[in-house]
């Protein structure tokens, strides 16, 4: 859609509503109602008021870590809005981690759940201190701004990543990114008006948020959002719906819940996976309960989405080609590199960063191993980091490591992923201890200021870590030390 000179993907992802304030968008079971694309630009434009009364400008950055809900996406629509940078940040993080984001991203605007109360707090049922303060501007009848007009290469949202390296950096994403991402998702996943999709992802990560909604927002499309995934809401859920998007632990535990049948999913035309590699097992149990088959994709925070399989065809095993305008190849050590509109803008203050983040002609590296086929088809065999994935979250072993290393029991911690049946990989400490430690004294470590889906599911007690002739630690022998 040509919106004059304003690129701003607000006016695209709620242009169903234009003609038809009417067409569903979300329904809501745990509510048991049903917001239109109009409820929503409504809630959005109210949303949109506060952040400007609380004195919020384009450019500004909101820090917002809160619970799953459509306020939630209220939020991100009203950040769009009024220009101000949308910083989601997972729920788990603890109070250390986010004060930590929100220095680094040079705000003290936050908006957190009523629970934390740090910050404006916003609810799920319409609580909070947001939602307080629309009300009373609605009484007061405030202005309200008007849509931000923005350039392609405007900043629309901040999402922390540690690429490659495992410091943490805030990646820009652009309003263009997001648009051709998501128009690209739309024609290759051929989703319509008519898909209805069960979202069950959180909203706070790129998955969930952008590769999810966006495509349905842009074809007018309607979502039934749950407020967390569960096999038994799903297998309830599914049979009215199109399309299920998951990471590869919400495919296995529907797998192990034996109310997930081929009649529930035999309406549904496509289901992804991505976030984490799906192994062969699961896609050939998946199958054989449901004579289906999961669509991967492949993509990354500071990307969107890469490459893809089709719908109905995918190539088992491969991550499939690059998406229309992404551009795919396989550089030095065979890792994957793209190039292409969707890419991030840059990393928020981090020139440095940014520049080592692409090769000198202009691919973003992507620290993925992988090889492409004549056909262009990808399939990815590892990474070039430590990086563990559990769960779909990522985790940075180095920053296990510094908290572990600073027990007094510790020697010395490194942390690897172990290939884990129901997470992907889980999180194993290997551990030399101080000399008066012993395996039977050995306290569990005080880890409160990490996330708890980052603490150690193992402790492997050694007496010293392997390492190579320059002294690195060899994370691959502690990674094989499973087998
Ligand atoms: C929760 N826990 C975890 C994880 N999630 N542990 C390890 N890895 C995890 N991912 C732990 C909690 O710390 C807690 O442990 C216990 O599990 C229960 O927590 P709860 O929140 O109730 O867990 P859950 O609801 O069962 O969550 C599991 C989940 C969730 C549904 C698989 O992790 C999830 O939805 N993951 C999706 C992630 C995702 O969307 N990633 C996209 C990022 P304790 O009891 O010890 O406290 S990647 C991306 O965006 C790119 C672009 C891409 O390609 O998609």
Same mark, same amino acid.
């Given at each position: ?39 929503? !630009? ?113 900043? !629309? ?63 007018? !499309? ?262």
């Amino acid at each position: 859609m040509n919106h004059g000179a304003n690129a701003n993907i607000y006016l695209d992802l709620l242009a169903a509503g234009n003609d038809d304030p009417d067409r569903p968008l979300f329904h809501r079971p745990e509510a048991g109602d049903t917001l239109s694309y109009g409820d929503v !630009a409504h809630r959005s434009q109210a949303m949109a008021a506060a952040l400007a009364h609380i004195g919020m400008v384009p450019g500004d950055r909101l820090v917002v870590q809160v619970d799953k809900s459509t306020d939630a996406i209220a939020l991100w629509l009203a950040c769009l809005r009024t220009g101000v940078i949308f910083v989601p940040l997972n729920t788990a993080y603890t109070d250390a981690e986010v004060d930590h984001f929100l220095a680094d991203a040079e705000t003290t605007y936050l908006i957190s759940t009523p629970e934390r109360g740090r910050g404006l707090t916003l609810g799920t049922d319409g609580s909070g201190t947001v939602p307080d303060l629309i009300a009373q501007l609605a009484e007061t009848g405030g202005p309200t701004p008007p849509i931000y007009n923005a350039r392609p290469e405007d900043p !629309a949202a901040m999402l922390f990543t540690s690429g490659t390296t495992g410091r943490s950096k805030g990646a820009l994403l652009t309003h263009r990114g997001l648009l051709t991402n998501g128009r690209a998702l739309a024609s290759v996943w051929e989703i319509t008006s008519d898909d209805h999709l069960l979202h069950s992802l959180p909203v706070f990560h790129v998955h969930g948020l952008f590769v999810a909604l966006h495509p349905l927002m842009l074809q007018g !499309a309607k979502v039934t959002f749950l407020q967390r995934f569960s096999p038994e809401a799903v297998v309830e859920l599914l049979p009215h719906c199109s399309v299920l998007m998951g990471v590869p632990t919400h495919y296995t535990r529907l797998l192990d819940h034996d109310a997930f049948t081929r009649q529930v999913a035999a309406d549904v035309r496509l289901f992804t996976s991505g976030s984490a590699p799906m192994t062969m097992p699961v896609h050939r149990r998946f199958a054989e309960r449901t004579s289906r088959t999961i669509t991967e994709r492949y993509g990354m925070t500071e990307c969107g989405i890469i490459a893809s399989n089709a719908p109905g065809n995918p190539r088992v095993g491969t991550v499939g080609t690059a998406l229309p305008e992404m551009k795919l190849r396989v550089g030095d050590g065979s890792v994957v590199e793209v190039k292409g509109p969707h890419l991030l803008h840059s990393y928020w203050r981090r020139p440095e960063a940014t520049a080592a983040a692409f090769t000198d002609d202009g691919w973003f590296i992507t620290g993925d191993i992988g090889t492409l086929d004549p056909d262009g088809v990808l399939t990815l065999s590892g990474r070039a980091s430590d990086m563990i994935i559990s769960g779909g979250y990522n985790i940075y072993p180095k920053e296990v490591e510094q908290v572990l290393d600073r027990d007094p029991q510790i020697a010395e911690a490194a942390v690897v992923g172990w290939p884990d049946q129901e997470w992907g990989e889980q999180v194993v400490a290997f551990v030399v201890l101080n000399a008066d430690t012993t395996e039977e004294t050995f306290r569990q470590p005080e880890l409160a200021e990490l996330a708890r889906f980052k603490h150690p599911r193992q402790f492997v007690f050694v007496s010293e870590l392997p390492r190579n002739a320059m002294g690195k630690v060899q994370k691959s022998v502690l990674r094989n030390a499973s087998r």
